[in-house]
């Protein structure tokens, strides 16, 4: 497979994964407002899944759509980051989920829009940081004032944050395949991206008086297709009907 | 939609009965004028329309559930997107109306404490579960296609505020119809299982959809004084034949058949005879015991109870913002 193929699959993957975990809050957020945002924000992630996996189809060129390879993989051959897969929680734990992976979404879109050598990449990029901007603006905010809230509130981020904190590490690894697309100018080395965003978080977090835990251990594996539990379970429902049907089409 | 057996308060008066005040709002009424918010408007219309707008409000938050049940399960990443679309506008729906209920003096937590405690409801439709993907489009062309059919109507109603409301929600919810309209046309194209699924659907909500309307004019005791106030402005017989009509050919289409042996054209009265849904089950319904009542409650309740230190901590937080500012200035 080709870095590109494989950089768009990851891409894909992190936003569908993501989206499912969000669709999941639907008609059980604790106000209404969280209801339209959470729905707005899995439907970004959606529409984002449809053009990094249809890219991901055609640059590998077997004929697969972004439905094929949502819905007929298995967990293996998925790459998405294992933050992304990590259960709802409360209203916290998916809060501080996406405000951690929105402060990397954010800065690699963009860096993608302005200098992605492959125009397809720069075309989706432009596309979807419009979005991630708003979904990072939210997510930082309601993480500062969740976090200096009440002392319940404080204290859930806080778990939060340390619940999520070992996850966000393998964000900025880099392998053979982000070797080659640095090279080529395809995609930033994700390593480059660390500094703005552990300023970006610490700021926020700053502001929110929660403290940034200090282990800095990271779980890897998502990005080569070592999951955790979690996704097989994720993958089990979202795949169940074209499975169970496989000659249908819906 | 989704108001059913709203109770109306104040018993329908004549003219000679009415005092000044009454008599000059219903002449506005009657001349087809809108009520606004800073009007003065009798007490029972008030209240009937809190509950009707809150009724209406609270269906489509609860509406959410049935078909949220199908979010993560969808079967292509557009038909996902699309349904994420259409719950995020019923939430949106929802807000609207909240929005409109307050300019009656009532506030959206007051309205959700009432809703968990039993006290207000929500349409009976959200009480029946969605068991398969054909009955997410089954939701789509026949409960969004019966709530346009009173909605449409309710455009007309007499308070401003709901009124333009309804003007809002029609327009999204006629691309709901369409697209669980679309979902139909391709269960019902495709591979038997596929239309098995879409039949079982048509057989499964079919009356509820009947329902929806509420009771049969001749027991619906709470119509006469919102018909005169224009709080509604159809029957529930009026409405019930018209989506009756509209439906009955979008089935032949589909090539489903309408789990109805007395279902016949009726020239001389220029529509459709059909048979009426089992009364006794929408009473069973609305009194709690539907297939679904109290797992929906649940998780309302859930979602508020599990919510409390997010509202909470978000107060807090602006009372702090709000101390610092003072103490700047």
Redesign the interface.
């Known amino acids: 497979m080709s870095a590109l193929c494989e950089f768009a699959l990851r891409m894909g993957d992190n936003t569908l994964i993501l989206g499912h975990r969000v669709s999941e809050w639907c008609g059980h957020a604790p106000v209404l407002e969280e209801d339209i945002a959470l729905a707005n924000t899995a439907l970004d992630l959606i529409g984002q899944t449809q053009m990094w996996l249809g890219l991901a189809g055609e640059v590998e060129g077997n004929g697969r759509t972004a439905d094929h390879l949502a819905y007929k993989r298995d967990a293996w051959d998925f790459r998405n980051v294992l933050l992304v897969e990590r259960p709802n929680g409360d209203f916290g734990q998916t809060l501080m989920r996406q405000f951690l992976f929105d402060a990397w979404h954010h800065p690699m879109l963009k860096w993608l829009s302005e200098n992605s050598a492959e125009k397809r990449v720069a075309e989706i990029a432009e596309k979807a940081v419009r979005e991630a901007a708003y979904h990072l603006e939210r997510s930082a905010d309601l993480v500062i004032r969740l976090g200096d809230g009440t002392d319940e509130s404080h204290r859930r981020m806080q778990d939060a944050l340390a619940y999520h904190w070992t996850y966000t590490g393998e964000m900025f690894e880099a392998d053979a395949v982000d070797g080659e697309l640095a090279d080529a100018g395809v995609a930033p080395d994700p390593a480059a991206m660390k500094p703005g965003w552990d300023a970006l978080v610490g700021d926020v977090l700053a502001e929110a008086t929660l403290a940034v835990p200090e282990n800095d251990f990271a779980h890897k594996g998502g990005r080569r297709g070592q999951h955790a539990e979690h996704l097989g379970h994720i993958l089990a429902s979202m795949q169940f009907l074209p499975r169970a049907y496989p000659d249908a089409r819906w | 939609m989704y108001a059913q057996m709203v109770k109306s308060t104040g018993t329908l008066k004549t003219r000679e009965e009415m005092d000044e005040r009454e008599r000059a709002f219903q002449d506005r009424i009657d001349a087809g004028e809108k009520i606004e918010p800073q009007d003065w408007m009798p007490e029972g219309y008030r209240k009937t329309l809190i509950r009707q707008i809150g009724q209406h409000a609270h269906s489509e ?2 509406g ?2 049935p ?2 049940n199908w ?11 699309i349904l ?2 259409k ?2 506008d019923e ?2 729906h ?2 609207y109306l ?1 929005c409109a209920a307050e300019t009656l003096g009532v506030s ?1 937590d007051e309205m959700t404490e009432k809703l968990h405690d039993g006290k207000m409801k929500y349409s009976s439709i959200f009480n029946y579960p969605t068991l398969t ?1 054909a009955d997410i489009g089954a939701v789509g062309w026949l409960v969004d296609g019966a709530a346009i059919m009173n909605q449409v109507a309710l455009q007309r109603t007499s308070y401003g505020p709901y009124s333009r409301a309804m003007v809002r929600i029609c327009k999204e919810e006629s691309f709901h119809q369409r697209q669980g309209y679309s979902i139909m046309m ?1 269960m019902a194209a ?2 038997p ?2 239309k098995r699924m879409a039949q079982d659907a048509l057989d499964r909500l079919w009356y509820p959809s009947l329902m929806m309307f509420g009771p049969s004019d001749k027991d619906s005791v709470h119509s006469a004084q919102s018909m005169a106030w224009k709080i509604k402005v159809s029957t529930n017989d009026e409405l019930r034949q018209k989506f009756v009509d509209q439906t009955v050919p979008q089935a032949e289409y589909l090539g489903l058949t309408i789990p109805d042996e007395k279902l016949d054209w009726n020239e001389a009265k220029g529509g459709y005879d059909f048979s009426e849904p089992d009364w006794q089950e929408f009473h069973d319904v609305l009194a709690g015991n539907g297939p679904c009542n109290a797992d929906r409650m649940s ?1 309302r309740r ?3 109870e ?13 009372n ?1 913002r709000a101390a610092q500012r003072m103490a700047a200035e």
């Open positions: 938050i609860v959410q559930l078909e949220g979010i993560t399960r969808a079967p292509t990443l557009e038909r996902k997107a994420l679309a719950v995020q939430a949106g929802g807000l909240y959206r993907w391709t495709g591979t299982e596929q998780a859930t979602a508020w599990d919510g409390a230190w997010y509202r909470d901590g978000l107060v807090a937080h602006a702090k």
